[in-house]
């Protein structure tokens, strides 16, 4: 709760201003290529890049162990708004070629210069001996919207997720974007800075879904505390509790056409029931993508 009213407090100061500022940016989930949806002149586009992170994170909630990971990403823009993807990740060290597979489609909108939104819906298609713990969900539809205060983007991303298991999300955020004006090596450089505040909301029925389609890796000497029963765990994996708070830091060098971008990010797991080991964790991730117009 006190993180909750320290976020509270700090959208309240940084809010206190009007204005505009729209510009291309990742996203704080599982690093995925963003729709073009902060730029208000839709062009057609595709978007193509790679990513490495540190641990694989869903949610808040991380495996019992550490699964650093490769993924790519491919986006297709069009003028009407209507954007599809797809989505490969490989864990490192895991047996699969190819741990999860990432299909999805949506619309992206702008009611006006300072709201902007996207819903879409995304299939998860994973190995049947992947062990990162998003492998009990198998269906997404997300949506999501930003309003730009000018000295602070605020948006509310809100995440249905279905299949083995069936969790609803909510996540906070408060950012702010800024960019040098100066360059590095020329004219068309410019470094870009996008440091977020993040609250999740959500219930957590995919962790005992998780615990059950992989046994023995969620032994009782990973518990946390004396044992539980298991019904009980599973009534109060299905309440709506605040997840996580996080605080991240990117940093990203642009050119016209591509982007490499650095971010760090330091985790605050809270209300995690006794199957997780889950503790306050940095992650750390590597980006490179390019845009094709």
Known sequence: ???????????????????IHTHHI??????RITADSDTLIRKRSVSAGISYGSDASFFGRTG?????????????????????????????????????????????????????????????????????????????????????????????TMDYLFGESSDFFVTIS??????TSWSIFDDKDYLSFNPAINIILGTQNFVQKYSMNHPGRLDYEDII????????YAGRN???????????????????HYTFEFSYK???????????????ESFYNLTFYYVFY
């Not at 990742?26 to 690093?31: C, I, K």
């Not at 619309?107 to 819903?119: A, D, I, P, Q, R």
């Not at 996080?246 to 940093?251: D, M, R, T, V």
């Not at 330091?266 to 306050?280: A, C, Q």
Request: proline content about 5%; some cysteine.
């Open 1 to 19: 709760m006190k993180y909750i009213c320290t976020l509270f407090i700090l959208t309240i100061y940084l809010n206190a201003g009007a204005g």
């Open 26 to 31: 990742l996203t704080d989930r599982s690093v």
């Open 64 to 156: 019992p162990v550490k699964y650093p990971f490769l993924n790519t990403d491919v986006i297709y823009n069009t003028k009407s708004g209507i954007f599809v993807y797809g989505s490969a990740y490989k864990v490192l060290g895991s047996t699969p070629v190819i741990d999860e597979t990432d299909l999805g489609a949506g619309y992206l909108y702008h009611l006006w210069s300072k709201f902007s939104g996207n819903v879409s819906y995304t299939r998860f298609i994973f190995d049947r001996n992947a062990l990162i713990i998003k492998s009990a969900s198998s269906n997404d539809i997300n949506l999501s919207n930003s309003y730009d205060w000018k000295i602070l983007k605020s948006s509310v």
């Open 174 to 179: 408060n950012s702010k974007y800024f960019e």
């Open 225 to 232: 505390g004396p044992p539980i029963n298991t019904q009980n």
């Open 238 to 256: 299905s309440e709506f509790n605040a997840l996580n708070y996080s605080f991240k830091i990117p940093i990203a060098y642009n050119r016209p």
């Open 266 to 280: 330091y985790s605050i797991p809270v209300n995690v029931e006794g199957i997780l080991k889950n503790h306050r």
